[in-house]
Structure formats: C-alpha cells, structure tokens
C-alpha cells in the first residue's frame, strides 16, 4: 500500500502503544486528548480519513470531518460510537470481534469464583498476617456448587463463557434478544424470567440505549438473596444504586463487577461494599489480547484503505460502501 502514508489517521485520547506504533508506521497519524470537537483544527477537519479510538466518538465529533471514511473502535463493544449516525453519512465503523472471546471470558469465570468464593479477601486475610493472628480464613456461605447460571448476552463471549461453565457443572440458562438456535442451553425470552429461574447472573450484555440500567431493582430481587450478579458487559446496563442497595441489605449475595457506568470512577457506594470484587475493566486486558485487537483494529483500515473493504465491520454499518 504504497499511499497509506499519505492517509491521515486520527487517533482521539489513549490507545494501546503497541497500536499507536503500528498506525505510525502504516499511516499519516494525528493526535488529540479526546473525541472532542473543540480540539479539532482546520488541518484536521480536512485531512482525517481514518478514526483508530478506544473511546467517545460521537456525532458531533464525527461531524467535525467532511473526508471521514472509516472509524476503527479498539474493543468488541462499540456503545461509545455512535455507529447510527456514522451510517446515515456513509461513514464504516469496525470493532475487533473474535480476538478477545477466550481471554473475557476467562476473566469473567475469575471473577465469578473470586466473587462467590472470596478469594480476594481470603488473600487480604492473609497478607494482613490474620492466618497466623487469629487462624484460617472464615469459610465462605457461598459456593459454586448447586448454582444455575443465568447468561445474560449470549453472543460469542457468552458462549465461551457457558462452554467454560460446562466444566463446573452447573446447569446454565440465557436470555437474549433472540434465542440462539442449536446451543442446548434453556432459553428465557425476558430477563426478568431469567433472574426468576436461577441463582448467578452473569452479564455480557453490551452498552448502548436498548440496555441501559436493564439490570435494576426488580432483576436482582428476582434473583434472591442467595444472588451473585457478574458483570463483563457494560457499566450502563446496570442500575448501580439499585445493585449497592441490593447487596448491602442481603437483596442479593455477592457481586463481581468489571465495568462501571462512569468509568473509571466507581460509586463510593460499591467501593465500601465488601461483598462486592471489583475489577479495573480488565477483562481483555492482557498484551497478547490487546496486541491482537490492536492488530485487528489497524487491518480493518489498511484493508479498508487498500480494497475498499473492512474485515470486521459493525453491523450498523456493514452496508457502507467505500465513495470510490
Ligand atoms: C476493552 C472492551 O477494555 O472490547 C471491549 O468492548 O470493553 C474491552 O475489551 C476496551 O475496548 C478498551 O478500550
């Protein structure tokens, strides 16, 4: 690709550095502190081809760049791209499926055995020299065995995540928005049926308007006081005061959360909750994962730039043709 050098690419707030290089290396890169159309100069507005962000691209920002073609979100999850928008001005949006699957759903089995068994307070027993001062770790109420799960989102992570639940042996059971043919796991057309039906909830339902605060009072009621709620989705699915309240008066159990809605503040509300894991939305976070989604994001534009056609387009967007 002789010309990619001369393509301007945009990269908006932090990225991965190992995907920051490899932009450098392939393109034209601009940088900006964030999605922010105030920060945008003339040059920019002109030049930007390509968007490569793993943060806020709304319409405005958007907007602020006549010549945009492409926007590449680093992450499967892309509710901070107003990807509808970018439709409707013929403008791709691709996310990097697949290349991080095993490695959340690996974290979101972490979290739930650190929630249910409290490994990470077992470990502060220890650290704190409370094995030799005053004897073993307490024994936990809650186990794994003789729990149903319940998947909330059963899209390529919630298949890993029920594949790996498999090994556990508990029975397993979703709701989604249409039910998955051929996955043998019992299927409840509506959340609160779900919640109704089993004892560990864990979601992988993406962000965005349709989701918002799904997870709410009524949910977690639902699931009962033996309950542990996990979340590997997003924040903003979840009703956080309701979770806080739910976990604090015995509503529910136990929560592992690894997303927030205003990350990365979390409510003083969840950080005072002891029966609550916290993760610092680390669920894809290793560098082999990240190298690989960084890897993914940068092709979808070189092969956008080269044949007129990205590798992983969202499907908002999946109709876009390149303009030439
Ligand atoms: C990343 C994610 O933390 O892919 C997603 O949707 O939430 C995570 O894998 C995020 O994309 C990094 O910006």
Known sequence: ???????????????????????????????????DPALVDREAAETVRGIASSGLVNAAFIDAFPN???IANFGVGY????????????IMV????????????DTAIGLLLNAVRELPRAEAWLRAGNWVGKGPYPLTVSTLRGRSVGVLGMGRIGLAIARRLEGFGV??????????????????????????NVDTLISVAPGGAATAKIVNAEILEALGPDGVFINIGR?????????????ADGTIRAAGLDVFA??????????????????????????????????????????????????????ETAHVKARD
């Open 1 to 35: 690709m002789a010309s990619a050098r001369e393509i301007t690419v945009l990269i908006p707030g932090k990225l991965h550095p190992q995907t920051v290089e490899r932009l450098e290396k392939t393109f034209k890169v601009r940088r900006i502190d964030s999605g």
């Open 68 to 70: 945009l073609e492409i």
């Open 79 to 90: 509710d901070a791209v107003d990807a509808a928008h970018a439709a409707k001005k013929g």
């Open 94 to 105: 691709t996310n990097t499926p697949d290349v991080l699957t095993e490695e959340v759903a």
């Open 171 to 196: 029975p397993i059971s979703y709701h989604n928005r249409r039910e998955v043919e051929g996955i043998g796991y019992r299927y409840f057309p509506t959340l609160r049926e779900l919640a109704e």
């Open 235 to 247: 924040g903003s699915t979840v009703d956080e005061d309701a979770l806080a309240s739910a976990l």
């Open 262 to 315: 205003d990350e990365p503040k979390v409510p003083e509300a969840l950080l005072k909750l002891e029966n609550a894991v916290l993760l610092p939305h680390v669920g894809s976070a290793s560098q082999h994962t990240r190298d690989a989604m960084g890897d993914l994001a940068v092709d979808n534009l070189v092969e956008w730039f080269e044949k007129r056609r990205p590798i992983t387009p969202v499907f």
